[in-house]
Nanobody
């Protein structure tokens, strides 16, 4: 059973920065794409960013493009989400997730393609 543990959330003022981390258990981390999703109160969980198993390809939701950066360190079984220029609308619980299929050339963007999820970390951006 894969376990994903997020950290790094918190409270920040608009315009500020936060960096999230997600560390995975197991020995197959490096073969799978990883994604970050978020869920605001009363809203559905939505895609934020995804990165391929090698780290060579990454994709972002339009709402965060240019402000968020996803990266990974396969030696540490960890994926990161660097967030700058945060806005109040970025307030949500952020989840990392591990993709269903190994060694995909392009990381999936759809929620059903991810089968292992972390418990989430709260990010609150005050105005």
């Amino acid at each position: 059973q894969v376990q994903l543990v997020e950290s790094g959330g918190g409270l920040v003022q608009a315009g500020g920065s936060l960096s999230l981390s997600c560390t995975a258990s197991g020995r197959t981390f490096s073969r799978y794409a990883m994604g970050w999703f978020r869920q605001a109160p009363g809203k559905e969980r939505e895609f934020v960013a995804a990165i391929s198993w090698s780290g060579g390809r990454s994709y972002y939701a339009d709402s965060v493009k240019g402000r968020f950066t996803i990266s990974r360190d396969n030696a540490k079984n960890t994926v990161y989400l660097q967030m700058i220029s945060l806005k109040p609308e970025d307030t949500a619980v952020y989840f990392c997730a591990k993709s269903r299929l190994a060694l995909q050339y392009t990381p999936p963007l759809e929620l059903p393609e991810y089968i292992y999820w972390g418990q989430g970390t709260q990010v609150t951006v005050s105005s």
